[in-house]
């Protein structure tokens, strides 16, 4: 029950975190078109707060920002499998949502802003600990 109970708790982490993410991307694309009021200035700032605070929840405090950065050298053979897989979807998912990004930001003829791009970057660095945090049933803390 209380592993359950965890996997659920991280589940609603990674979309928080993730809707978060991209609730601070959408918002600065549509201030760019339009303006920045104090409306969406408090919004984004709001966001950004949720997002570091689901953050460091989900993936902080629970290891697995630790335990997918870790040298391969210091991994048994189970973990070895498990980040070579969570690698392997995680890379998936990213070329398939950023090339899905480049075409639209083509078709629309629509300039690449630092935000999206610094968004991209640390949305490849959470995959692999989100497809982790998202499949095991129970994660392991290292001291």
């Not at 920002?65 to 391969?72: D, M, T, V």
């Amino acid at each position: 029950m209380e592993m359950r109970k965890s996997i659920q708790k991280r589940r609603i982490g990674i979309i928080i975190t993730l809707l978060s993410l991209i609730g601070i991307v959408l918002i600065f694309e549509y201030c760019k078109i339009a303006e920045w009021n104090m409306f969406f200035m408090v919004t984004e700032i709001v966001l950004f707060i949720i997002f570091l605070a689901s953050f460091v929840a989900t993936f902080i405090k629970t290891g697995l920002w630790g335990f997918i950065h870790k040298p391969l050298t210091s991994l048994d053979e189970r973990e070895i499998v498990l980040t070579g897989k969570s690698l392997r979807y995680a890379y998936s998912i990213f070329t398939v949502a950023t090339l899905a990004l480049l075409l639209y930001f083509a078709v629309t003829n629509t300039p690449i802003d630092m935000v999206l791009v610094v968004s991209l970057i640390l949305f490849a660095h959470i995959l692999p600990a989100v497809y982790i945090a998202w499949t095991e049933k129970e994660i392991y803390q290292d001291a």
